[in-house]
């Protein structure tokens, strides 16, 4: 499988199917200036620059990089992306530090035999809900806990269609990563309440309509009814 478009200026570069079966779905936004959202494990990096380019996007565009979370499936390819482009390194503040101390066990690099140097992080997010600009298009990062402490959950709306951006919502839970599940069953009701047309998910590709949305959301709620097992 290839890159392709999710949606108007919306595309999946990268992920297990497409890359690397380390790798987590790999999004990037072309809204004048491209963010991408989620940089795989790293060895799949020159493969995703090359999905990137074939999409016919201009990669000295890339301004912006969000990580949904600190596991080294979604950052493990940050350094290299924040190294080439300069782009800025966009977090929220409770999981940039495993990254920030490039932390083995909080990052899972050991649990995928991969190893992650520590990483600044420019832009960390302390709010529940961030409203960020990039080009003419707002950009919604929200304080998600669950699967880790500092997850995000990202979205937009963009042509009259509102697209989340939803990494690792199915879990797993451990207590390595700092999960906690009651935070995380408020989160998901965030998210149910948003309503959203589409989700990118991150492990399971592209979820829509609204309806597939919301039962997918649904479905792991009833599943983690009785705690995590
Ligand atoms: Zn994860
Ligand atoms: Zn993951």
């Given at each position: 499988m290839g890159p392709q478009e999710v949606?108007?200026?919306?595309?999946?570069?990268?992920g297990a199917d497409i890359t690397d079966p380390r790798d987590c779905a790999i999004y990037l936004l072309d809204l004048g200036e491209l963010v991408l959202i989620d940089a795989g494990a790293g060895p799949s990096y020159a493969e995703i620059v090359r999905n990137i380019e074939t999409l016919g996007?201009?990669?000295?565009?890339?301004?912006s990089l969000i990580l949904t979370h600190c596991h080294i499936d979604h950052i493990g390819g940050a350094p290299r992306f924040r190294d080439a482009f300069g782009c800025r390194i966009i977090m929220h503040h409770l999981d940039a530090e495993a990254v920030e101390r490039g932390d083995e066990g909080m990052t899972a690099a050991s649990w995928y035999n991969l190893s992650f140097p520590p990483m600044p992080v420019a832009v960390k997010l302390t709010r529940d809900e961030e409203r960020l600009r990039f080009g003419d298009q707002e950009v919604v990062c929200l304080h998600t806990p669950g699967h880790t402490p500092g997850s995000l959950s990202v979205y937009l709306d963009r042509g009259g269609t509102r697209v989340l951006f939803g990494q690792d919502i199915h879990g797993p839970f451990s207590e390595e990563f700092g999960s906690d599940l009651a935070a995380w069953r408020s989160s998901m009701e965030r998210l149910l309440a948003?309503?959203?047309?589409i989700l990118c998910e991150g492990h399971f590709g592209v979820y829509q309509p609204k309806e597939s949305v919301t039962e997918y959301i649904k479905h792991y709620l009833e599943q983690y009814r009785d705690g995590a097992r």
């Open positions: 949606t108007k200026d919306i595309y999946l570069v990268g996007l201009d990669l000295k565009k890339l301004k948003l309503e959203a047309d």
